[in-house]
């Protein structure tokens, strides 16, 4: 086994082209720098500078020792650092409604973990009853999503619509049940949707069950479904559906924080306000009037239609 000592002026010597230089470097004097470099060579059995009056040189073996040393040295300085690390203040565990989870809410995590080196955090993507089940259980101590009701507790972050969103090219025909495209139970959103759909005599079938807004987007895109979104999660290729339709209006949602209360209740305050910046900007600038509906019209289905062009 080498010494790091003794390596570390090897290193040096071979760094600073010399002896001299080497033992300023290192501030010891130039014979303890020539007395650490024999007693490596004496240990590898090999000579590893080659000396002259003017200047060292490395030969075969000493090339070949020069980067095991280094890696030696920078794997021990790495070793000291991790150990003289204070210890772990905690972990934050988020959970995240699916339709929050994307990368203006990743870089907001990125931010409080390089603020908070000494934290872990950690996110669970999923539908806010089941996180806020979670949590009760002692699996998370903050849930991030949104809701159109309940007393529970929370800090209301911000409102935006829930809209019924389809495909741009898709129009409305009468007479068969609304296909539609939601989250599987339990969700507010479809909680909400079927319950104005049935408030409003509105006849439906569900055409597709998705667990992430991905597969409800393609769903409406397609002109497969419709689906209820909030206003800021649509995209090239979705429209509002017009109140015309016949379709019931949607509530707002909340997009709020539910916190366990435990000693990072400051650190998810902190979380929360930050989130509110990078998500409600986007909010108001996006954000159209929601479409209210008058007297329902006969009950209608998506309709293919190709384009005109």
């Given at each position: 086994?080498?010494d790091?000592?003794?390596?570390?002026?090897?290193?040096?010597?071979?760094?600073?082209?010399?002896?001299?230089?080497?033992?300023?470097?290192?501030?010891l004097?130039q014979?303890?720098?020539?007395?650490?470099?024999?007693?490596?060579?004496?240990?590898?059995g090999?000579?590893?500078l080659?000396?002259?009056?003017?200047?060292?040189?490395?030969?075969?073996?000493?090339?070949?020792?020069?980067?095991?040393a280094?890696a030696?040295?920078?794997?021990?300085?790495?070793?000291?650092?991790?150990?003289?690390?204070?210890?772990?203040?905690g972990?934050?565990?988020?959970?995240?409604?699916?339709?929050?989870?994307?990368?203006?809410?990743?870089?907001?995590?990125?931010a409080?973990?390089?603020?908070?080196?000494?934290?872990?955090?950690?996110?669970?993507?999923?539908?806010?009853?089941?996180?806020?089940?979670?949590?009760?259980?002692?699996?998370?101590?903050?849930?991030?999503?949104?809701r159109?009701q309940?007393?529970?507790?929370g800090?209301?972050?911000?409102?935006?619509?829930?809209?019924?969103a389809?495909?741009?090219w898709?129009?409305?025909?009468?007479?068969?049940?609304v296909?539609?495209?939601?989250?599987?139970?339990?969700?507010?959103?479809?909680?909400?949707?079927?319950?104005?759909l049935?408030r409003g005599?509105?006849?439906?079938?569900?055409?597709l069950?998705?667990?992430s807004?991905?597969?409800?987007?393609?769903?409406?895109?397609?002109?497969?479904?419709?689906?209820?979104?909030?206003?800021?999660?649509?995209?090239?290729?979705l429209?509002?559906?017009?109140?015309d339709?016949?379709?019931?209006?949607l509530?707002?949602?909340e997009?709020?924080?539910?916190?366990?209360?435990?000693s990072?209740?400051?650190?998810a305050?902190?979380?929360?306000?930050?989130?509110?910046?990078a998500?409600?900007?986007?909010?108001?600038?996006?954000?159209?009037?929601?479409?209210?509906?008058a007297t329902?019209?006969?009950?209608?289905?998506?309709?293919?239609?190709p384009?005109?062009?």
């Open positions: 086994m080498f790091t000592v003794l390596l570390r002026s090897f290193a040096a010597v071979v760094k600073e082209g010399g002896f001299t230089h080497a033992a300023a470097r290192l501030n004097t014979s303890a720098v020539s007395a650490h470099v024999r007693r490596l060579e004496s240990q590898t090999r000579e590893l080659a000396r002259t009056t003017r200047s060292v040189a490395l030969t075969a073996d000493g090339e070949l020792l020069l980067g095991y280094r030696i040295l920078a794997l021990n300085l790495d070793a000291q650092a991790q150990l003289s690390r204070g210890p772990s203040e972990e934050v565990r988020v959970g995240l409604s699916e339709d929050l989870s994307n990368v203006r809410l990743m870089n907001v995590m990125q409080f973990a390089v603020r908070y080196p000494r934290i872990a955090f950690s996110v669970r993507v999923g539908i806010p009853a089941d996180l806020l089940v979670a949590m009760d259980q002692g699996e998370l101590d903050v849930v991030i999503g949104g159109c309940g007393t529970r507790p800090q209301v972050l911000w409102r935006e619509p829930l809209v019924w389809g495909a741009e898709a129009s409305l025909t009468h007479g068969a049940p296909p539609l495209a939601l989250f599987p139970e339990p969700c507010p959103y479809r909680e909400a949707a079927l319950a104005a049935a005599g509105v006849e439906y079938r569900i055409a069950v998705a667990s807004v991905a597969g409800l987007r393609a769903a409406a895109q397609a002109g497969f479904a419709v689906t209820p979104m909030v206003h800021t999660q649509l995209v090239n290729g429209r509002v559906i017009p109140p339709a016949g379709l019931p209006a509530p707002d949602v997009f709020t924080m539910f916190a366990a209360g435990n990072s209740a400051h650190i305050d902190e979380l929360g306000n930050a989130i509110v910046q998500f409600t900007h986007k909010v108001h600038a996006e954000q159209a009037p929601r479409p209210r509906a329902p019209s006969p009950r209608e289905a998506v309709q293919s239609k384009n005109s062009d």
